[in-house]
């Protein structure tokens, strides 16, 4: 039972557009949403996240909108840049510190 | 400052071996968290610490895992009895504080390999 997905594999932008990154949850229980990114041979590494009280958290060209009567959020990143290149991990928790991730969407930004 | 190590980084075992993978969390971090991440997945949930304490071991697949962390800081994952399905990278992260909403940092991984 995947509580968390990611339904695109990978996405290819070109440098400077829009990156749009989904993510769809199950569970109504959780209230806390974050983005991780992973490049190879590294652990993931904490991008952005948001509370379930809000609908929208901005972080420079990184913005996370989190729809909740559709139990969907998604990342975007503007402009992207080549060294935006890496696996995107959604993940979700209830409140409690164990976080539960999607399998991971591949971007590949090209100049 | 220092983040999260792992080691070894690279683990390959026999099947049937015992293994013991190693955390040094980031100085100071109360909470403690083991993944078990394979090949084309995210993530999975193992176990977690806060201080020497195991709050939650549901995610530990069988009895043959066992994690520790017994002064507050440095965690070992041991893995008894390897089996082929064992075989997965290891993540470590850790928290500064108990909430929910403090950021976890991950260590790089330890990549199992059960032959």
């Known amino acids: 039972d995947q509580q968390v997905k990611q339904n695109s594999p990978s996405l290819s932008v070109q440098e400077g557009r829009i990156s749009i990154l989904n993510c769809d949850y199950t569970?109504?229980?959780?209230?806390?949403f974050l983005w991780y990114k992973k490049y190879p041979a590294e652990g993931p590494t904490f991008l952005i996240s948001i509370s379930s009280i809000k609908d929208k958290n901005e972080d420079g060209r990184f913005t996370v909108f989190l729809n909740k009567s559709a139990k969907h959020l998604s990342l975007h990143i503007v402009p992207s840049q080549p060294g935006d290149s890496a696996v995107y991990f959604c993940a979700a928790s209830t409140g409690f510190q164990k976080l539960v991730f999607g399998t991971g969407t591949r971007l590949l930004v090209s100049p | 400052g220092a983040g999260v190590s792992q080691s070894p980084r690279y683990k390959v075992a026999k099947r049937g071996q015992d293994v013991a993978l190693r955390c040094d969390p980031i100085s100071g971090h109360v909470s403690l968290f083991w993944y078990q991440q394979a090949l084309g997945q995210g993530p999975e949930f193992l176990t977690y610490f806060q201080n020497e304490a195991q709050l939650d071991k549901s995610g530990l697949p069988s009895d043959r895992f066992f994690a520790e962390r017994p002064e507050g800081s440095v965690s070992t994952l041991k893995i008894q009895r390897t089996q082929q399905e064992d075989s997965a990278v290891y993540l470590c992260?850790?928290?500064?504080?108990?909430?929910?909403?403090?950021?976890?940092?991950f260590g790089p991984g330890t990549r199992l390999t059960v032959l």
């Open positions: 569970n109504s229980m959780f209230d806390y």
């Open positions: 992260a850790s928290s500064f504080g108990r909430r929910g909403t403090d950021t976890q940092y």
